[in-house]
Nanobody
Framework: VQLQASGGGLVQAGASLRLSCVAS????????MAWFRQAPGKEREFVAR????????DYADSVKGRFAISRDNAKNTMYLQMNSLKPEDTAVYYC?????????????????????WGQGTQVTVSS
């Protein structure tokens, strides 16, 4: 699968952005999906993940209550609604996909699990 992330930009603190990740192919619903981010000089970190059907979600503590992950399998698209943005949210945001059949547990917070990655979209939040 090929992933294309978009929707990033430069915003002020407190603003909102919605990121999108469009997947190629006809088997999008078979992939577990996630968002990660990487700030300059830091390791890539988990942001949120979503189950194949979209009913299961999980968030990093740093974004819980502010970000919402969702997906539309009919449109082969995953979203990340980001509200109340903070300067510390500044990073390149990546979408990722995994087709593994393992139990969808906390290991899916690790970037190493995911086989497919989008190119990233820059989010910059000014104070």
């Amino acid at each position: 699968v090929q992933l294309q992330a978009s929707g990033g930009g430069l915003v002020q603190a407190g603003a909102s952005l919605r990121l999108s990740c469009v997947a190629s192919g006809r088997t999008f619903s078979s992939y577990r999906m996630a968002w990660f981010r990487q700030a300059p000089g830091k390791e890539r970190e988990f942001v949120a993940r979503i189950s194949r059907g979209g009913t299961g979600t999980d968030y990093a503590d740093s974004v819980k209550g502010r970000f919402a992950i969702s997906r539309d399998n009919a449109k082969n698209t995953m979203y990340l609604q980001m509200n109340s943005l903070k300067p510390e949210d500044t990073a390149v945001y990546y979408c990722a996909a995994d087709q593994d059949s393992k139990i969808w547990d906390a290991t899916f917070r690790s970037a190493n699990v995911y086989d497919y990655w989008g190119q990233g979209t820059q989010v910059t939040v000014s104070s």
